[in-house]
């Protein structure tokens, strides 16, 4: 792609710190190139005190649009001059759209894990049960998309528990859902067995279990996990995480991060590009980033 750059090609890009992990640009390059687009995304590291003049040329460039990543994704909604409602009430942004100076806020976490859900096991949220293991960024995402999506319940809970405590209040008064928060049991304990046996989706979205930590998991009773459940890891490396072995092994259909990356970068692309996603060559090109 490179050599074809020209004074026509579109820019979008990334803004976090660090950026040497991200999969972002293989993935969109390789959508780029599938689709025939003259587009390139490029990994911009931009720390927390550059934020500010990072987003403002983004007008000032004229880019496209782009992602946000750690630490950003809250600290960016006031630099923007318009919000999705998913984004305010998730209360961070993934994806910045430039629609001629004006930059629109966008989050497209929470649908791409639904997105991903709905694809890979088949599973439609409404009138369903969910224990939720977190509450950081990922896992308010996800919340707040199952909420609107008309889940029944979700039980929260998470190592600090005012965090999980503060978002179930949240999703009661704001969305109307129905929540329930469980105490992270110490060292040696394991959660409650009623709350695993109650959900239909159980969703693990602390950072347990990433690379290099790959042994870690969550304090679940695994062996109390059945077919018919649905276990899904947000954790995309690696990608099969302890957590997914486990919960598979006793039977519940498993589902890892990869996919939630994926339709996150695949409804992005098509926000800058107003052109359906070549899924196919963004999956190869995570699946080929992630093994290298
Ligand atoms: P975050 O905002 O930093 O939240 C981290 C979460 O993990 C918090 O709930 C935190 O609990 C918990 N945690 C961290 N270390 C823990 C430990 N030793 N024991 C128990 N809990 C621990 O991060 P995030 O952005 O939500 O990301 C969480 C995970 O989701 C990461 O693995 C990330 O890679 C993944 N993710 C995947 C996608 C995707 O597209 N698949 C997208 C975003 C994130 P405390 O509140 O107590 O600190």
Redesign the pocket.
């Known amino acids: 792609m490179a050599s074809g750059i020209s004074s026509r090609t579109k820019v979008c890009g990334i803004f976090g710190y660090p950026l040497e992990h991200t999969f972002s640009p293989a993935m969109h390059n390789a959508a780029f190139e599938a689709a025939g687009l003259d587009f390139v995304y490029l990994p911009f590291p931009v720390d927390a005190d550059r934020l500010q003049q990072a987003v403002a040329s983004v007008r000032f460039l004229g880019l496209v649009g782009v992602n946000v990543t750690?630490p950003h994704k809250e600290a960016v909604l006031p630099l923007l001059d318009e919000l999705s409602e998913e984004a305010r009430l998730i209360g961070a942004v993934n994806t910045i759209v430039n629609h001629s100076g004006r930059l629109y806020g966008e989050n497209t976490?929470g649908r791409?894990f639904l997105c991903s859900l709905r694809k890979t096991a088949n599973f439609l949220p409404s009138g369903k049960t969910v224990l939720l293991l977190?509450?950081?960024?990922?896992?308010r995402a996800v919340a707040v998309e199952l909420a609107l999506a008309g889940v029944r319940k979700i039980i929260l809970t998470?190592?600090?528990k005012s965090?999980a405590e503060e978002m179930a209040a949240y999703l009661s008064s704001r969305i109307g859902t129905c929540t329930e928060v469980l105490t992270?049991p110490e060292p040696e304990d394991l959660l409650p067995g009623e709350a695993l046996q109650s959900a239909d989706l159980v969703v693990q979205?602390?950072?347990?279990g990433?690379y290099p930590c790959c042994a870690q998991t969550v304090p679940l009773p695994f062996n109390l996990f059945r077919p018919g459940q649905v276990a899904c890891d947000?954790?995309?490396n690696p990608v099969q995480t302890e957590f997914l072995r486990r919960a598979g092994e006793a039977g519940a259909t498993v589902m890892g991060?990869?996919g939630?990356?994926l339709h996150?970068g695949a409804l992005a692309f098509e926000l800058w590009t107003g052109k359906a996603a070549p899924l196919e060559a963004m999956g190869k090109a995570l699946v080929k980033t992630v093994w290298k």
């Open positions: 750690i976490d791409g977190g509450a950081g960024g990922a896992a998470n190592r600090s965090r992270w979205a602390t950072s347990l990433m947000l954790v995309y991060g990869l939630m990356l996150q």
